[in-house]
């Protein structure tokens, strides 16, 4: 139900949850998304939903990475030609070649990464194109581009059969079978005199059983290590034992340990506008940006 959200227009963050399974395709109907589109840090398996590429009108951080999706990326999210930042599938399984119709997204300046998955073949030339407009960009690292994408396996043909296979036919019976007759028995059948069972006695037990005894253990219990479990991603940083999303106007690109504990202030001459950013935007030629960095 949650695609009856059809004017739904900022940042729906379902991030860093357990959630798995497929993504269910009825949120492609939130056609009035434009920015945020966050289910990335899940278990969400299976197929990507085709109609994702309704939102049409999708302008910045469309972010599914770090989930378990496979098969084909589909071509439908072309179809978002006004993608302007963070275009981030990477750490899936997706396979196959990459669509030539992300090459539609002709807006998009800053942020694409397709890489750590298990696509193969060459990249396509209108995917290529857009690499010398957009700043942080891995299409490559850890995957199988420039070896070629295996062939599917055919399904054999059987040649036709030039004649039906005929069904076997069974002889009629000639006579009915008589069933055999017994002789009258000259003696009463006796009736059968049971025996008594015999139940089986159980001798005591000498001794009670002796329960083991542990031998104590020689070496000390190990203390509780001090390395944290938490994990946090690009576009956010760890404030004490949560990870918190980086404001607008600032971003964060470490997702190793040890985590940043803040994130930096755009640098001069750059801004975001998003929430969670990893990156940064070159301001236009002859612009200068805020001193908070959020235009």
Not at 224 to 239: A, F, K, M, N, Q
Not at 256 to 269: D, E, I
Request: aromatic share 10%; charged share 5%; proline share 14%.
């Amino acid at each position: 139900q949650l695609g009856l959200m059809t004017s739904f227009a900022n940042f729906f963050n379902i991030y860093r949850n357990s959630f798995s399974g497929s993504l269910p395709s009825q949120l492609g109907l939130m056609t009035g998304l434009t920015s945020g589109f966050l289910p990335y840090s899940n278990h969400f398996s299976g197929s990507l939903p085709s109609q994702l590429g309704l939102m049409t009108v999708f302008t910045t951080s469309f972010r599914i990475q770090a989930n378990s999706f496979s098969g084909s990326l589909p071509s439908q999210l072309g179809s978002m030609t006004g993608v302007a930042s963070n275009f981030y599938i990477q750490s899936n399984r997706f396979s196959g070649s990459l669509p030539s119709q992300l090459g539609l997204m002709t807006s998009l300046i800053s942020g694409f990464y397709t890489n750590s998955n298990w696509f193969c073949g060459v990249v396509p030339s209108e995917v290529s194109a857009l690499s010398s407009q957009v700043s942080f960009w891995d299409i490559t690292t850890d995957t199988n581009i420039g070896t070629p994408c295996p062939d599917p396996t055919p399904v054999p043909i059987l040649p036709p059969s030039l004649s039906p296979t005929p069904l076997p036919t069974l002889p009629p019976s000639l006579s009915p079978t008589l069933l055999p007759t017994l002789p009258p028995s000259s003696s009463p059948t006796p009736t059968p005199t049971p025996l008594p069972t015999s139940l089986p006695t159980l001798s005591p037990s000498a001794s009670p059983t002796p329960l083991p005894t542990l031998a104590p253990s020689y070496m000390p219990t190990p203390l509780p290590t001090s390395i944290p479990t938490v994990r946090c991603e690009s576009g956010t940083y760890l404030d004490g034992t949560v990870c918190s999303e980086c404001t607008i106007g600032q971003y964060s690109s470490f997702n190793t340990p040890p985590f940043a504990t803040s994130c930096s202030l755009c640098p001069s001459g750059k801004y975001n506008t998003a929430a969670g950013s990893t990156v940064c935007t070159n301001c236009a030629a002859g612009k200068l940006s805020s001193d908070d960095r959020t235009f």
